[in-house]
């Protein structure tokens, strides 16, 4: 597959504005390992192989075990995940599909116990953010397979 577009070259100002969000969302205080669960459940939704790629990676990265990961698109029907993970897969997915309903209050009320009001809007900006990132490459068919993990810090 052919990349359509260089966003660095083409609108440099769209990867400093995404990579600001970014840079935000590793400092917000939510784990980095529950954040690129998020990413890479919404990548899965997407279908998004750029992200797939890369938030898979970063996963491994921070010693996440296949199982884990293999298991993520049935995170319901496996005993895997934490009930806090669970609870921002919820939260993941109903942000991601928004169009199917909008976020139903059930999914609200289901997170609710496992964040605070401000760990839910951090939560929120990383699913909004990631749903960007997988529509600028989709769109712009950006090739998968060269992301390298960097050494990541919980």
Partial sequence: MKARLDYARLAPGVYDAMECLDRYLQTCGLEDSL????RLRASQVNGCAYCLDMHWKDLCALGATEQRLYSLDAWRETPYYTDRERA??????????VADGHVPDAVFDEVRPHFTEQELS????????????????IAARLV?????AAALAS
């Fill in 88 to 97: 921002a897969l919820a939260w993941t997915e109903a942000v991601t599909r």
């Fill in 122 to 137: 951090n939560l929120t900006l990383a699913v909004a953010a990631i749903n960007a990132w997988n529509r600028l490459s």
């Fill in 35 to 38: 954040l690129n669960l998020a």
């Fill in 144 to 148: 998968t397979g060269g992301y390298q």
